[in-house]
């Protein structure tokens, strides 16, 4: 029988250990921390638009609310179409990222060796397919998010309950409360295709140049035969995602009353010594300040993501020791990449 989803978490540990800290590696932590951090292993859109009618100024294309200046509604709207413009193109560049790096994270996993550059380089074949998946899936999740919502919001407003809510409030509480199910279950729904896929689908990606379509084909007849594995799989990665998310939470704590403390501490102190000195806030300071400010920040922003870098080994190692039981070409990729060669029980070809 292939090993459940509670074995596999001994093993996960153990892996976990061995690439950690057998031997400790700042900079490999620090590569599996950038990587993780871009393939989103912990831790995708939408936007609206709303026409508002502003009290007229005396100029034409301003407008003016009171008590602020007058606001230029053409240099408002490009300034709006400019930020939502960015925010998707942005949004769209991390989302191909991501996809990389999921393929360069599996890898590292795989031979416990991060090498971003040749991974990157490996990768781009498959981590563009899985892109154009992700980006479709997302299109898709968001029409059906417009439809769950439009369609009762468009039963509403035809049958005219909008006129006299209180008329109707019954039947108004109870589709609200159906219609927040509906979206929570499909939330839900959607989130658990988007794990399956990075942990099932990636590897077989990986190691065959499938597409994702494919993998999910395999996927699911080999979920139909092991349905309370993969089950068991699911319940248990949601308990272990809440213990370590709290664990990582409690430790980011700690280290910002042993960081943010001092530094603050150091910061009052530096712009007290600086007035006493007869320094003035100018062009200069102000640059400095910044400057300081940013490394400051940047260095913080290090420490919380090497806090993290167990769990982004750990949670990948997890769902690899776990499917290489039930995928023989991943078992064997397992067990060439491991210093101590093994075959995890169960691990047999089976017709997909």
Known sequence: MPISASDSITLAIEHTKQQLFKPFRLGQWTKLAFVGLLAGELGSSGFNRSNFSFPQHTGAGHSQIPGL?????????????????????IG????????VMRFVLFDSILLRECHIRQGWSRRLGPGWRYFVWKFLYLLVTFAAVVA?????LALVFSAGWYRDPKAHLPVLILGGIILFLVLLTFFIATA???????????PQMALENIGAMEGWRRLWAMMKAEKGAYAGYIAMKIVLSMVVGVMIAIAAVI??????????ALGVLAILSGKAAGLTWNAHTITL???????????FLYLVSLISVPAIVFFPAYSIYFFAARYPRLNAALASA??????????VPRPI
Request: no cysteine.
């Open 92 to 99: 769209i560049i991390l989302l191909y990222l991501g996809s």
């Open 69 to 89: 200046p007058p606001v230029d509604i053409a240099l408002l709207g490009a300034l709006i179409t400019f930020a939502v413009v960015a925010a998707l193109s």
């Open 255 to 264: 280290v910002s009353l042993i960081y943010v403390v001092p530094a603050a």
């Open 289 to 299: 300040a910044v400057a300081v400010g940013l490394i400051l920040l940047g260095a």
């Open 338 to 347: 491991s210093p101590v060669p093994q075959i995890l029980p169960g691990a």
């Open 192 to 202: 658990v295709v988007l794990v399956l896929t990075k942990d099932f689908v990636v």
């Open 148 to 152: 769950l919502i439009g369609i009762p």
